[in-house]
């Protein structure tokens, strides 16, 4: 495969789809866009182009596969010899039950099973799927590859994916713990053993993916051994809008006793609670930030929970790895909030953990390093590139090998 071999990667939401092209031997994209509102009234597509933005608006009702027509017609002409350049099309993919341990090239019993993992991921795989089709007729001479979110937790032990529910309900409707960010989580503890030198088989990492979404993962010598987010992303640690790990009593309670009915439950935990829900004001960690230094008491108290679970997490996380090499902060918050950071960091005394403010202060945007005092456990922020890792994979199955 020549060196300047790019891959088209597609991530579909249920009203957006992102796209790129990347360059898998480096990372780099050379377009990047999004198609936003999909299927409303004023769907919208921007894209970047070698450093220059652009937009356009859709149709009115627009949705995946005008997107990928714009794509074809308008993006990608642009750069005359790129679609001669692409060796194949990467889609990311939410949920692959326990059917997938890494990726694929799809073919139609991919699909099917795709398709039958939606019951794990109602809103996420249908769009996937969508993608994946609209891409197969916008791009009928390209090997096609799934990429999953979950792929990489299935090397968690029966111990840490098991529920303490009658084994009947995982044995008859599999109902376990999954885990996702699989790919962030992948990209960084490999990326972490690099910075420390060290074979990933020797590598044993903890791996915090904070964005809007969140989660954590034990590596141990690059297999993930166990994680906090479970059947769905709502388990674990707090985020901008799900509430992570809570009493399930008190679900019961919300039903039985103040009549909450499994749709507003379903807004409650997945949208109106974490950072929002404690603050009353934003999911965003920076305007968080902001409102604390403006003296707002409800956004210290949900920075503060959230940097407490994390820590408890991470203590929690030293039982399955015994010996941590590094904790790995990653993921929009991790990459770019001191603030979270210091106070996890100051949660973690207990475990000799101690942070050198200056490094930390500096680590933002796009920053990759150290941000612990040399002698004591050491902690890293890296950049995660999920786009990079499913154009490897892509690039990878097409030559014929499989990571
Ligand atoms: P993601 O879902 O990975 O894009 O991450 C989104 C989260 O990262 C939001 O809560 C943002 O407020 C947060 N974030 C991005 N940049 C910063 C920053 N400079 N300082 C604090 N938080 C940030």
Redesign the pocket.
């Known amino acids: 495969m020549g060196a300047t071999s790019q891959v088209l990667i597609f991530n579909t939401g249920s009203s957006s789809l992102k796209f790129a092209v990347v360059d898998p031997s480096t990372g780099l994209d050379i377009v990047s866009g999004i198609g936003e509102s999909l299927g409303s009234d004023e769907p919208a597509l921007e894209w970047e182009c070698r450093g220059v933005e652009q937009a356009r608006k859709l149709a009115s009702g627009s949705g995946h596969r005008e997107v990928i027509e714009l794509l074809v017609s308008d993006v990608l002409s642009e750069l005359p010899d790129l679609r001669q350049r692409l060796v194949a099309v990467g889609h990311r993919v939410v949920h692959g039950g326990e059917h997938f341990a890494n990726s694929v090239i799809i073919d139609q019993e991919v699909i099917t099973t795709i398709d039958q993992c939606s019951a794990l991921a109602p809103l996420h795989n249908p769009a996937a799927l969508a993608g994946i089709r609209a891409a197969q007729a916008a791009f009928p001479e390209l090997p096609q590859v799934a990429v999953f979110d979950t792929a990489f937790h299935q090397t968690l032990p029966e111990h840490a994916f098991l529920y303490a529910l009658p084994f009947s309900l995982y044995r008859d409707h599999r109902i376990r713990r999954y885990g996702m960010h699989g790919t962030s989580h992948r990209f960084v503890s490999e990326r972490a053993a690099m910075l420390l030198g060290k074979p990933l088989e020797e590598t044993n990492t903890i791996t915090a ?6 989660s954590i993962t034990a590596v141990k010598g690059g297999a993930s051994v166990d994680t906090s987010m479970g059947m769905t992303p709502l388990e674990g640690l707090v985020m ?1 809008t799900r509430c992570g790990d809570i009493d399930p009593g008190l679900l019961l309670h919300l039903v039985e006793t103040l009549g909450v009915t499994a749709a507003e439950l379903n807004r409650l935990l997945n949208r109106e609670s974490g ?1 929002l829900g404690i603050s009353g004001l ?8 902001q409102a604390v230094v403006d003296g707002h008491r409800g956004a210290l108290l949900a920075l503060e929970i959230f940097s407490y679970r994390l820590a408890k997490y991470i203590a929690a996380y030293r039982v399955p790895l015994r010996r941590v090499h590094a904790l790995v902060f ?11 950071r210091a106070r996890t960091m100051h949660w973690l005394g207990a475990l000799s953990y101690e942070l050198d403010s200056e490094r930390n202060d500096k680590m ?2 796009g920053a990759e390093g150290a941000i612990s005092r040399e002698g004591t456990p050491t902690v890293l922020v890296i950049p ?1 590139n999920e786009e990079w890792v499913i154009a490897r994979d892509a690039a990878a199955l097409v030559q014929g090998e499989n990571r």
């Open positions: 993916h904070l964005g809007n979404g969140a901008g950072l934003s999911n965003d960690c920076r305007e968080l930030e990653t993921g929009g918050i991790g990459e770019n909030s001191s603030w979270i933002r945007f995660t």
